[in-house]
C-alpha cells in the first residue's frame, strides 16, 4: 500500500466553498500532489483553463465516457454533467503520487463505494448562520432560495457521517491547515506503511 499515493477526496455541502478551498491547495502547493481535472459539459467562465480547470466537453463527448466506462463517477448538477476521468486517477496512484478529488457530496458516495481507501474529507461551514450570512451576502439568490439552500445542507452535513475527517471553512487558511495535517498524518498511518516494515524484517 505504502508505495500507492493517496485518493484524497475532498468534498461537502453547495456553497461551502469547496472550489476555494481546492483553489487555494493548488495555488499555493501546499503538499505535493496531482489535481484530478474532472470533465463537464458546463461552459468555461472567464479565466478558467481548458485541461487545467476541467475538460470542457460536448454532452455527445460526455454520454460516449459514459458508456465507454472512461468515468470512475459522474453527475448531474443543475443540469450540468460532471464526472472524474478514472484513468489518469489509476495511473497517478499507481505512479505513488496522491491525488486530490474536489467533487460533490452524491460523487464521494460513489468514489467510496468503489475506492473506499481513499482519505474522505467533509468540509463544513462552521454553523447555519454563517452560511445563511455567505448565500445572503453573495445577492444572487432570493430569501426563498437561500431557505432552500439552507434545508439541502442540514441534509448533506448529516452526509458526513461516512466521512473520515470533518474540516471546519471558518477561514481558508484553516482549513488548509488542517487538509495539510492529515495528509500528513494519513502518510504515517500503519495500516499504510505496515506492508514497508512487513518486508523489511523478512529481509533482515
Ligand atoms: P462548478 O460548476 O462551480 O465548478 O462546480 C459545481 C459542483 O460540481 C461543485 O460542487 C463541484 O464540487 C462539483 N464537481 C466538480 N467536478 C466534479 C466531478 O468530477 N464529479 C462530481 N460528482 N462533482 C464535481
Known amino acids: 500500500m505504502a508505495d500507492k499515493g493517496l485518493l484524497l477526496v475532498l468534498s461537502g455541502p453547495s456553497g461551502v466553498g469547496k472550489g476555494t478551498v481546492k483553489s487555494a491547495i493548488v495555488e499555493n502547493k501546499v503538499f505535493p500532489f496531482e489535481y484530478s481535472v474532472s470533465m463537464t459539459t458546463r461552459k468555461p467562465r472567464p479565466g478558467e483553463v481548458d485541461g487545467q480547470d476541467y475538460f470542457f466537453v460536448s454532452e455527445e463527448r460526455f454520454q ?119 495528509v500528513d498524518a494519513e502518510h504515517v498511518s500503519v495500516k499504510r506503511v505496515i506492508d514497508d516494515y512487513r518486508k523489511m524484517v523478512k529481509e533482515d
Open 64 to 182: 460516449e465516457a459514459i458508456k465507454n466506462g472512461e468515468l470512475l463517477e459522474y453527475n448531474n448538477y443543475v443540469g450540468h454533467y460532471y464526472g472524474t476521468p478514472l484513468a489518469p486517477v489509476k495511473e497517478m496512484l499507481h505512479e505513488g503520487k496522491d491525488v486530490l478529488l474536489e467533487i460533490d457530496v452524491n460523487g464521494a458516495q460513489k468514489v467510496r463505494e468503489k475506492m473506499p481507501d481513499g482519505v474522505f474529507i467533509f468540509l463544513t461551514p462552521p454553523d447555519l448562520h454563517t452560511l445563511h450570512l455567505r448565500l445572503e451576502h453573495r445577492g444572487t439568490e432570493s430569501e426563498d432560495v437561500i431557505r432552500g439552500r439552507i434545508k439541502q445542507a442540514r441534509n448533506e452535513i448529516l452526509e458526513m457521517e461516512d466521512y473520515d475527517y470533518a474540516v471546519v471553512n471558518d477561514t481558508v487558511a484553516n482549513a488548509v491547515d488542517h487538509i495539510k495535517a492529515i
